[in-house]
């Protein structure tokens, strides 16, 4: 058995979330967490809600409210979204005045200082006189002196980079969108090029996804020096650093966010239970965060967790890029988006998991077509699953033994289940692959063949197993109906004969919920032609 802390980047509080948001780490870092579970190991889940973010400020500048009410209108419709989902953490705080937070940001911070790692310098800054903002985040954008393209000033959402602010062209305000001029102030600042050694070698260990590699390598064979970790006048956690309006930004606070989330845990279900997984040196921790999260957690926060003697080195970063929404990319501002809240209304929220995995852009970009939505669960996954379980009704016993099912049920599972079990491996993951390969199996169920029930009921397990991870309600729902124990399903993969008779309870069964067509017609004026 093994231990492991998943962690998803922190949701900032400034909107809820959308199926875009449920596309990268969210649901990945939960498919992750039940994978390892389901193959024995012990997981701690844990997140926060990024309530130090420079966009939660600018939100309450633009509707005049305040950091704390944003935060808390948000952070209650996100942790509500997250469940719709059956995206279920064992912890998920939020931050503002959090103590916990504050103690963890401290305990990152001072040693760092320890270490030698922090220093602090001049740096200029924009400034917008007309809206007293100054440009290290929300507040400013320019071009992107590494890749070109429109960013803040703090991570780069195209290329990951921390752009130059000395570099850079055209800073801009992105309250009044007139320039800024530029100020000096100091920051202060981690001695970044320190730490490129130890990260080289510990990514030769810690492979995951080749955009990521690369990144790594680019970073540490770059001549980036210097990283700013605290902001003058600006949004940030106080009292951790002098003088008094000097505040350290959440980039710097990622890695303490889950530390925090653990120590809250802690008081709440007894000491040390959630600590103690940092505290072992054995635990890996797996980040899931979008490409733009890149450098703080592949580069800073390894090299932060080092300076702590007590806690595990081990961590492994998983990177996401972005899904489109019908080819567009979303936009909450022009109201291009499917709010989570708003779809599990219409789709059953296992099989809505089970196409944004499909759909994941875990290498390249991906897209999610609404219609495509519709026409996949209601024409191809549904119609195959209803007549599996129609199929194993028939008697309302059964036995099933894996040496004497039909040859070409057999196939089905010698084909596919050393390529689930790549896909749910620690370092090879991938959600998409899991996905694809229930979708190719329960495709390949829907065949002519005259299968007997024993064929039926093996296949429908058979799926209901590699789901588990994906459509954990669904695939629970059929293993309880044939009163199976999930441990003895492990057999199947190491080609152990699983012989068990069934008495199936037929009100456990699952059903299909087929998507209304007034739901399309709601949503993206699909007419019946386009349909047929
Ligand atoms: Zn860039
Ligand atoms: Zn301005």
């Given at each position: 058995?093994?231990?492991?802390?998943?962690?998803?980047?922190?949701?900032?509080?400034?909107?809820?979330?959308?199926?875009?948001?449920?596309?990268?780490p969210?649901?990945?870092?939960?498919?992750?967490?039940?994978?390892?579970?389901?193959?024995g190991?012990?997981?701690?889940?844990?997140?926060?809600?990024?309530?130090?973010?420079?966009?939660?400020?600018?939100?309450?500048v633009?509707?005049?409210?305040?950091?704390?009410?944003?935060?808390?209108k948000?952070?209650?419709?996100?942790?509500?979204?997250?469940?719709?989902?059956n995206?279920?953490?064992?912890?998920?705080?939020?931050t503002i005045?959090?103590?916990?937070?504050?103690?963890?940001?401290?305990?990152?911070?001072?040693?760092?200082?320890?270490?030698d790692?922090?220093?602090?310098?001049?740096?200029?800054v924009?400034?917008?006189?007309?809206?007293?903002?100054?440009?290290?985040?929300?507040?400013?954008?320019?071009?992107?002196?590494?890749?070109?393209s429109?960013?803040?000033?703090?991570?780069?959402?195209?290329?990951?980079?921390?752009?130059?602010i000395?570099?850079?062209?055209?800073?801009k305000?992105?309250?009044?969108?007139?320039?800024?001029?530029m100020?000096?102030?100091?920051?202060?600042?981690?001695?970044?090029?320190?730490?490129?050694?130890?990260?080289?070698?510990?990514?030769?260990?810690?492979?995951?996804?080749?955009?990521l590699?690369?990144?790594?390598?680019?970073?540490?064979?770059?001549?980036?020096?210097?990283?700013?970790i605290?902001?003058d006048?600006?949004?940030?956690?106080?009292?951790?650093?002098?003088?008094?309006?000097?505040?350290?930004?959440?980039?710097?606070?990622g890695?303490?966010?889950?530390?925090?989330?653990?120590?809250?845990?802690?008081?709440s279900?007894?000491?040390n239970?959630?600590?103690?997984?940092?505290?072992d040196k054995?635990?890996?921790?797996?980040?899931?965060?979008?490409?733009?999260?890149?450098?703080?957690?592949?580069?800073v926060?390894?090299?932060?967790?080092?300076?702590?003697?007590?806690?595990?080195?081990?961590?492994?970063?998983?990177?996401?890029?972005?899904?489109?929404?019908?080819?567009?990319?979303?936009?909450?501002?022009?109201?291009?988006?499917?709010?989570?809240?708003?779809?599990?209304?219409?789709?059953?929220?296992?099989?809505?998991?089970?196409?944004?995995?499909?759909?994941?852009?875990?290498?390249?970009?991906?897209?999610?077509?609404?219609?495509d939505?519709?026409?996949?669960?209601?024409?191809?996954?549904?119609?195959?699953?209803?007549?599996?379980?129609?199929?194993?009704?028939?008697?309302?016993v059964?036995?099933?033994d894996?040496?004497?099912?039909d040859?070409?049920?057999?196939?089905?599972?010698?084909?596919?289940?050393?390529?689930?079990?790549f896909?749910?491996?620690?370092?090879?993951?991938?959600?998409?692959?899991?996905?694809?390969?229930i979708?190719d199996?329960?495709?390949?169920?829907?065949?002519d063949?005259?299968?007997?029930?024993?064929?039926?009921?093996?296949?429908?397990i058979?799926?209901a197993?590699?789901?588990l991870?994906v459509?954990?309600?669904?695939?629970?729902?059929?293993?309880?109906?044939f009163n199976?124990?999930?441990?003895?399903?492990?057999?199947?993969?190491?080609?152990?004969?699983?012989?068990?008779k069934?008495?199936?309870?037929?009100?456990?069964l699952?059903?299909?919920?087929y998507?209304?067509?007034?739901?399309l017609?709601?949503?993206c004026?699909?007419?019946?032609s386009?349909?047929?």
């Open positions: 058995m093994n231990k492991y802390i998943v962690t998803f980047a922190p949701p900032t509080p400034n909107g809820d979330l959308h199926v875009g948001h449920l596309s990268g969210y649901l990945a870092a939960d498919v992750y967490t039940r994978s390892r579970r389901l193959m190991d012990d997981v701690l889940f844990v997140s926060y809600s990024d309530d130090y973010q420079s966009y939660l400020l600018k939100k309450s633009e509707t005049g409210s305040t950091p704390d009410a944003v935060c808390k948000y952070y209650k419709k996100i942790v509500k979204s997250l469940e719709s989902v995206i279920n953490t064992d912890s998920f705080i939020s005045n959090n103590q916990y937070f504050k103690d963890a940001v401290k305990l990152f911070y001072s040693s760092a200082v320890d270490n790692m922090i220093d602090i310098g001049e740096f200029p924009g400034y917008c006189s007309r809206c007293n903002v100054y440009g290290y985040e929300s507040f400013g954008r320019a071009e992107c002196n590494f890749c070109g429109s960013s803040d000033l703090s991570q780069c959402e195209n290329c990951a980079y921390p752009p130059d000395e570099q850079v062209k055209e800073i305000c992105s309250l009044c969108k007139n320039d800024m001029v100020v000096k102030g100091h920051q202060e600042y981690i001695k970044i090029d320190q730490c490129y050694e130890y990260i080289t070698e510990l990514m030769a260990f810690n492979k995951t996804r080749k955009a590699s690369e990144f790594v390598r680019k970073i540490t064979n770059s001549t980036i020096k210097k990283w700013p605290s902001r006048n600006e949004y940030g956690v106080d009292g951790i650093t002098m003088p008094e309006n000097r505040r350290i930004h959440t980039w710097f606070s890695i303490a966010g889950y530390y925090a989330s653990s120590l809250a845990l802690d008081t279900v007894g000491k239970t959630a600590t103690n997984y940092w505290k054995n635990t890996t921790i797996a980040c899931f965060v979008g490409y733009d999260c890149a450098f703080s957690h592949a580069i926060y390894p090299s932060l967790l080092k300076n702590i003697d007590m806690f595990t080195n081990k961590i492994k970063i998983f990177t996401n890029y972005f899904l489109k929404l019908n080819g567009e990319d979303f936009s909450t501002s022009r109201g291009h988006a499917i709010w989570l809240s708003d779809i599990v209304k219409e789709v059953d929220p296992d099989f809505l998991r089970l196409y944004v995995a499909a759909y994941s852009p875990e290498e390249e970009c991906d897209n999610f077509e609404t219609l939505l519709y026409r996949f669960l209601n024409v191809k996954i549904y119609p195959v699953l209803d007549s599996l379980i129609s199929g194993v009704k028939i008697n309302n059964g036995h099933v894996s040496n004497s099912v040859i070409l049920v057999k196939d089905i599972v010698d084909r596919y289940k050393d390529k689930w079990l896909a749910i491996g620690p370092s090879t993951f991938s959600m998409k692959n899991i996905a694809l390969i979708i199996v329960i495709k390949e169920s829907n065949s063949n005259n299968f007997n029930q024993n064929d039926l009921a093996f296949l429908l058979f799926i197993y590699i789901s991870p459509m954990p309600v669904f695939s629970k729902k059929i293993l309880l109906s199976v124990d999930e441990k003895e399903l492990l057999n199947i993969f190491t080609n152990k004969n699983i012989d068990f069934f008495i199936i309870d037929h009100k456990k699952p059903k299909c919920t998507i209304k067509k007034s739901y017609d709601n949503i004026n699909i007419t019946d386009v349909l047929a």
